[in-house]
């Protein structure tokens, strides 16, 4: 049985996205989600990686009915990614700016945020 991992990481750029290590933490045959327009596909093909993004309509008026099964299978599982998301951001310690002073501790913060949620409700019954 394939183990799922789920890391919720928010880059801005593809630069970000290779500088930030995340790539180096992903195995071969990964897959990983992000918005539309936001172009790393060719630092993932290189790893042996997927990208999920909902299909665009490239100029066309109507979406193909495959393209609207792939967006409604990726829209079921980024409501999930969303709401974990959400949970990590209601502790008050990453609301709002974060101070200088711990930037070098962010990190963690983030890391024992999200580890705190796990002892929340399911997301997923």
């Given amino acids: 049985m394939a183990t799922q991992r789920l890391s919720l990481i928010c880059l801005k750029a593809p630069s970000q996205t290779e500088q930030s290590g995340l790539l180096e933490l992903l195995e071969r045959g990964d897959s990983v989600m992000a918005d539309k327009g936001f172009d ?10 997927r990208l999920n993004i909902p299909p665009f309509r490239k100029g ?7 393209d609207i099964a792939t967006t409604k299978k990726i829209a079921a599982v980024r409501v999930h990614v969303e709401r974990k998301m959400n949970r990590i951001k209601c502790y008050k310690i990453l609301a709002g700016e974060i101070d200088n002073t711990l930037f070098d501790s962010l990190e963690p913060l983030v890391f024992v945020c999200a580890a705190l949620t796990n002892f929340q409700m399911a997301l997923v019954a």
Wanted: net charge neutral; glycine share 6%.
């Fill in 60 to 66: 066309k008026q109507q979406m193909l009915p495959s």
């Fill in 40 to 49: 790393v596909e060719d630092l993932l093909v290189l790893r042996g990686l």
